[in-house]
């Protein structure tokens, strides 16, 4: 189901946001609302599990720090390319949502504050909470054949990665081939491109990118290991700040390889990569096979060494290190 971000949720969020405790009636006289429809709002808060305490006499309280989602001062920060941005309160997933508009040839970025069928690749689960992280999907349109596509992935990965940089982030973030990206060896984001061919070498995409970024507990729910920036930089963080960075870095990441292809992108991915000089297996739907990391080439395939010592390049798949 989908829901457009309720105004009043938001306005409560603001003020509570400072921590303090704040009664239904001031609440009611500030946002022009009745006692009872601050009620409901703080329950719909909590159903989503955001922690508030409430006092009799003091009034409601936010038991971790939170603010939500703001289309406008996103887009206040926005520079170069015109984009036009859907928030959601909740909805099944953002790349889903995107599909109904894969005939259209402008740019557009679906936001949500939780998915109820959030997807990651190979269809796994994408586990997302309500007003923790960020789940973003991008339609955009670029000049290339569906076959020029394969290093889309990564180079969103890399979009990722320049956008925690440039947050704080340092040396421990790193990529895994295709689009995986690591911290501390724990999943922290990740990206899934769906393609939509089209006529005369344009192709439409959809580029869904999932970040951890204040999520601190659900570890029960989540099946690999996982760290979020919060959890990495000790601090909360703002996340109307970190999407407005990653819209431009991304558009930027889009522009040039629309341009230039994967092959200027080829030094960056080497310089993050994770899996670089490592021995893994990788599987995809045909075949498993086992060899060492030498690189990825100029579309974007990993270049596997094998044992009789030629280096084979591969498309997709999963890959896990072997250990020693
Ligand atoms: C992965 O690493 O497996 C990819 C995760 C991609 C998750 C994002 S969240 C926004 C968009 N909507 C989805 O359902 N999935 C992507």
Request: include cysteine.
């Amino acid at each position: 189901m989908i829901k457009k971000i309720n105004t009043s949720l938001v306005k409560v969020v603001n003020i509570l946001s400072d921590g303090e405790y704040h009664d239904g009636t001031s609440l009611g006289e500030a946002l022009n609302m009745t006692r009872s429809a601050i009620w409901k709002t703080i329950k719909k808060l909590q159903n989503y599990h955001i922690k508030i305490d409430s006092v009799k006499g003091k009034g409601y309280a936010l038991l971790e720090p939170l603010s939500l989602l703001d289309s406008a001062k996103i887009k206040k920060k926005l520079h170069g390319e015109k984009c036009d941005i859907s928030l959601f309160e909740s909805i099944d997933s953002t790349n889903a949502y995107l599909k109904s508009y894969r005939n259209n040839k402008g740019t557009k970025i679906c936001l949500a504050e939780q998915q109820t069928q959030g997807r990651g690749r190979l269809n796994r689960d994408w586990h997302s909470p309500f007003g923790q992280n960020i789940y973003m999907s991008c339609l955009y349109s670029l000049q290339k054949d569906i076959s020029e596509l394969a290093g889309l992935s990564l180079v969103t990965a890399l979009s990722i990665v320049k956008t925690l940089k440039e947050f704080g982030m340092d040396d421990q973030l790193l990529v895994k081939w295709p689009n995986d990206i690591l911290y501390d060896g724990k999943k922290i984001a990740g990206g899934l491109i769906e393609v939509h061919a089209e006529a005369h070498g344009l192709s439409v995409v959809i580029i869904g990118i999932g970040i951890n970024v204040n999520m601190m507990e659900d570890e029960q729910q989540v099946s690999q290991p996982w760290i979020s920036m919060r959890k990495a930089l000790n601090h909360y963080v703002d996340r109307n700040d970190l999407c407005a960075l990653l819209i431009n870095n991304l558009f930027n990441y889009l522009q040039r390889f629309n341009e230039h292809g994967f092959a200027a992108f080829i030094s960056e991915w080497m310089a993050h990569d994770c899996l670089m000089q490592k021995v893994v297996t990788l599987k995809n739907l045909n075949e498993k096979v086992t060899g060492k990391v030498v690189g990825v080439n100029d579309h974007g395939y990993l270049l596997l060494k094998l044992a009789d010592g030629k280096v084979r390049a591969i498309s997709s798949g999963d890959a896990s290190i072997v250990k020693k």
